[in-house]
């Protein structure tokens, strides 16, 4: 090759080396801290940006997007002088690059030693068992403490999470036995709540049966009784509308006896003397003397509101008035087995 394509390729290989350190692309959400000469120049914006070659020089490339740091547990002593190991997480961003470049070393080493020792001061005012029920409480202060003091190095911290909190394992045992024994001293207080309850709604269910069964029970004496009043009525009505004699009342006597005698335990019975009396009438009914006077008799006022009954009470009245016949019919003289038949 000769020596004029030699200088026209060290001419292109230059400008092309000239060209690459003019134009910088900085990404979306980034910032480059410019020195020129070894002083700060400018802050590159994200975009295409023109930069004097050899002169200007990329300080730092800084990241704007919020970042998350997960520190290591550090040992923290409670104000119960009990050691915990707390782990943090943090939330932070960058607001002015050229502070984070220029004011201190390194940002992150800053922010990690801040805060283990924010940390350590919190929970030291704080016993055990506050600690663990007042997390917020805690991230709460730490974000507070970590915003004020990393304000001068360009950063905002946004947000700080306490992730776990590990009590030494003497202390986690005695705090299982303790929410054991809490548990089991609720499940016997339910199970005591349950029996009581269980115990008053089952002495409330049998006080209402009983008074239901009660009202039942007496609403049926009740309706007994008056079936029973409205029979007897009924019956009494027709026995006093047919006039009844002594014959018949000696023809029911008659009809009684054999049942009165029918028991293998009766070895002895009276006959009253109303019965003697009746069997004379009766006897004399048969005979032909018949006395006449006792058409005469007065006649007995009833009170037939209490005929109407039902069917039943109805069938009973008739066969009462079929009964007032037949005595009708005896007082006349007339034999039992030439009266009619009674009803079915």
Do not use: C
Not at 94 to 104: E, G, S
Not at 204 to 217: H, S, T
Not at 228 to 250: E, S, Y
Request: without cysteine; aromatic residues 6%; proline residues 5%.
């Amino acid at each position: 090759m000769d020596p004029v394509g030699i200088l026209l390729l060290i001419v292109a290989i230059f400008f092309i080396v000239v060209l690459f350190r003019s134009i910088k692309i900085v990404p979306q959400q980034w910032n480059y801290i410019i020195e020129r000469l070894g002083k700060y120049r400018r802050t590159l914006e994200p975009g295409p940006r023109l930069l004097v070659p050899f002169v200007d020089t990329v300080r730092a490339k800084v990241d704007l997007r919020e970042r998350v740091v997960n520190f290591p547990p550090q040992p923290v002593i409670t104000a119960d002088n009990l050691g915990v190991q707390i782990d943090t997480v943090l939330y932070y961003i960058i607001t002015q690059p050229t502070d984070a470049v220029y004011r201190i070393d390194d940002y992150l080493a800053g922010v990690e030693q801040l805060t283990t020792t924010t940390l350590r001061n919190v929970v030291g005012s704080m016993d055990l068992e506050r600690t663990l029920t007042s997390r917020e409480e805690i991230n709460a202060r730490l974000a507070a403490e970590l915003d004020k003091a990393t304000d001068k190095w360009g950063l905002k911290v946004t947000r700080v999470e306490l992730r776990s909190i590990e009590p030494p394992l003497s202390i986690r045992d005695a705090m299982e036995k303790q929410m054991r024994a809490e548990r089991d001293r609720r499940a016997v207080i339910l199970n005591a709540e349950g029996n009581k309850r269980s115990a008053i709604l089952n002495a409330e269910g049998e006080q209402q049966a009983k008074v239901l069964r009660a009202k039942g029970d007496r609403d049926a004496e009740v309706l007994r009784a008056d079936g029973q009043a409205k029979a007897i009525q009924t019956v009494f009505a027709a026995i006093h509308k047919a006039k009844p004699t002594d014959r018949l009342l000696a023809y029911q006597y008659l009809q009684t006896l054999p049942e009165i005698a029918a028991g293998d335990a009766n070895k002895m019975w009276v006959i009253p003397a109303e019965l003697t009396r009746a069997l004379g009438s009766f006897g004399n009914a048969f005979g032909g003397n018949v006395d006449s006077s006792s058409d005469d008799d007065e006649d007995v006022e009833v009170d037939n509101s209490a005929l109407e009954l039902d069917d039943e009470v109805a069938a009973a009245l008739e066969a009462a008035q079929q009964a007032a016949r037949e005595v009708k019919d005896i007082g006349e003289g007339r034999a039992p087995d030439q009266l009619p038949p009674a009803p079915a």
